[in-house]
T-cell receptor, first 117, second 118 residues
Framework: GENVEQHPSTLSVQEGDSAVIKCTYS??????FPWYKQELGKRPQLIID?????GEKKDQRIAVTLNKTAKHFSLHITETQPEDSAVYFC????????????????FGKGTKLSVKP | NAGVTQTPKFRILKIGQSMTLQCAQD?????MYWYRQDPGMGLKLIYY???????DKGEVPNGYNVSRSTTEDFPLRLELAAPSQTSVYFCASWREIIAGGFSYNEQFFGPGTRLTVL
């Protein structure tokens, strides 16, 4: 089955710096890769996702890149702000269908990002 | 819209007891999911549903059951609670939006139910 590994487990940056979190996956059939942000004691939030037919996607200060050959994908946050401090989770699924369900998502263990003012 | 709602927020069960975690959404989403999150870990999918009357197992379905009699409701049932089921449970809905030749996804999580089995 799918296995998702996420690195680093903790990341501390200065406000204004960039942060990069990387994930690798094992199932070459995986076709959907979302990223979630979870603040302490809160519910997860879907912040960006990418499908396997796209190499990069950007939404304001966040971007995700996908390398299918190497089976890894990364989250990039630029101009970090203290409110970016949270745990970030990557996930992968081989079950995404157009107009259908996201499938059986397998999650990484998370990266705790701390942005120091 | 209330979004995704879950009840109860907290619950303590004794080993062997049963309970149902309630989940409802008012956005008319077809796709709904139950996840559990153990301390310091990511989410694990328990069960999901692609529409009323259709459910399927996720990564960790043992010890749980679900039903989807309506689009709005997706309850999760624990029949014989065990300490290993101590976790935070999140219900979620998901939809794909296709507009102007582009598609994007929305996912909404409920506030979670913190369950302790002693």
């Amino acid at each position: 089955g799918e296995n998702v590994e996420q690195h680093p487990s903790t990341l501390s940056v200065q406000e204004g710096d960039s942060a990069v979190i990387k994930c690798t996956y094992s199932d070459s059939a995986s076709n959907y890769f979302p990223w979630y942000k979870q603040e302490l004691g809160k519910r997860p939030q879907l912040i960006i996702d990418i499908r396997s037919n796209v190499g990069e996607k950007k939404d304001q200060r966040i971007a995700v890149t996908l390398n299918k050959t190497a089976k890894h994908f990364s989250l990039h946050i630029t101009e970090t702000q203290p409110e970016d401090s949270a745990v970030y989770f990557c996930a992968a699924s081989a079950g995404l269908r157009v107009g259908g369900s996201q499938g059986n998502l397998i999650f990484g263990k998370g990266t705790k990002l701390s942005v120091k003012p | 819209n209330a979004g995704v709602t879950q009840t109860p927020k907290f619950r303590i069960l004794k080993i062997g007891q049963s309970m149902t975690l309630q989940c409802a959404q008012d956005m008319n989403h077809n796709y709904m999911y139950w996840y559990r999150q153990d301390p310091g870990m990511g989410l694990k999918l328990i069960y999901y549903s692609v529409g009323a009357g259709i459910t399927d197992k996720g990564e960790v379905p043992n010890g749980y059951n679900v039903s989807r009699s309506t689009t709005e409701d997706f309850p999760l049932r624990l029949e014989l609670a065990a300490p290993s089921q101590t976790s935070v449970y999140f219900c979620a809905s998901w939809r794909e939006i296709i507009a102007g030749g582009f598609s994007y996804n929305e996912q909404f999580f409920g506030p979670g139910t913190r369950l302790t089995v002693l």
